[in-house]
C-alpha cells in the first residue's frame, strides 16, 4: 500500500494568512495526488484533483502543487470558512489510500 | 447537481452484517464508479471499495475478506455489506461518486460525497 503523510498534522493561523500543508506518498504516484476539506460533522468536499487542477466552484485562493512524492496545498489568504481538516489522497494505485490530515485551526 | 444520500441502521451487534446502501438523484447511476469509505470517531479517511454501474468491484485487501457492494440501476441504488463487524467497525460510513481523471480513465477521486451515516457496532 502507498503511505500518505501530511504534515504539520495541526496549525493555527489568522484569518488573512498564508497556510502551507504538505503531504508526501511513500512511493511515486506521478500527479494522481487529490486534496479534500472536511468541515467537522461533514462530509469531504474535494478541492484539488491531479494535484493541481481546481475543483468547480472552489475558491481560487486554494491551490495544489507537485509530482512524484512530494505535494503542497496552499490556501493564500485564510477565511473564516476555512478551518476544516484538509486531507490528500493518492489515486495512483488501489488501495486508494489518505493522508493523516491537517487539522487548521484559529489563532 | 448529483447529491447521495445513505441510509440503513445506526446500531448493529458484533458478529453481524452492517447493511447500508446509498440512493443517487440528480442524475444517473450509470456510466460511473461508485463508492464507499469510512472515517472512525475522530479519525482519518478509508476506502472501502467501488462498484461500475455493471457490477464490477475493487475492494480494499484489508476488507475484501468481509466486503461485498452492489449495484440496484433501476433504483439508482448501490449498497454495502460489511460482514462479522466488531467494535472496530465503527465509524461514519460515506458513500461517494468516483470520477475519473480526464487523461487516465484508470485513476479516481471521489467528486461527490454523501452525508455520512455513523454506525456503531455494539451490543
Known amino acids: 500500500d502507498i503511505q500518505m503523510t501530511q504534515s504539520p498534522s495541526s496549525l493555527s493561523a489568522s484569518v488573512g494568512d498564508r497556510v502551507t500543508i504538505t503531504c508526501r506518498a511513500s512511493q511515486s504516484i506521478r500527479s494522481y495526488l487529490n486534496w479534500y476539506q472536511q468541515i467537522p460533522g461533514k462530509a469531504p468536499k474535494l478541492l484539488i484533483y491531479a494535484a493541481s487542477s481546481l475543483q468547480s466552484g472552489v475558491p481560487s485562493r486554494f491551490s495544489g502543487s507537485g509530482s512524484g512524492t512530494d505535494f503542497t496545498l496552499i490556501i493564500s489568504s485564510l477565511q473564516p470558512e476555512d478551518f476544516a481538516t484538509y486531507y490528500c489522497q493518492q489515486s495512483y494505485s488501489t488501495p486508494l489510500t489518505f493522508g493523516g490530515g491537517t487539522k487548521v485551526e484559529i489563532k | 447537481q448529483v447529491q447521495l444520500q445513505g441510509s440503513g441502521p445506526g446500531l448493529v451487534k458484533p458478529s453481524e452484517t452492517l447493511s447500508l446502501t446509498c440512493t443517487v438523484s440528480?442524475?444517473?447511476?450509470?456510466?460511473?464508479?461508485w463508492s464507499w469509505i469510512r472515517q472512525p470517531p475522530g479519525k482519518g479517511l478509508e476506502w472501502i471499495g467501488y462498484?461500475?454501474?455493471?457490477?464490477?468491484?475493487n475492494y480494499n485487501p484489508s476488507l475484501k475478506s468481509r466486503v461485498t457492494i452492489s449495484v440496484d440501476t433501476s433504483k439508482n441504488q448501490f449498497s454495502l455489506n460489511l460482514s462479522s463487524v466488531t467494535a472496530a467497525d465503527t465509524a461514519v460510513y460515506y458513500c461517494?461518486?468516483?470520477?475519473?481523471?480526464?487523461?487516465?480513465?484508470?485513476?479516481?477521486?471521489?467528486?461527490?460525497w454523501g452525508q455520512g451515516t455513523l454506525v456503531t457496532v455494539s451490543s
Open positions: 462498484i461500475y454501474y455493471s457490477g464490477s468491484t
Open positions: 440528480g442524475g444517473s447511476i450509470s456510466s460511473y464508479y
Open positions: 461517494a461518486r468516483v470520477r475519473a481523471y480526464y487523461y487516465d480513465s484508470s485513476r479516481y477521486y471521489f467528486d461527490y
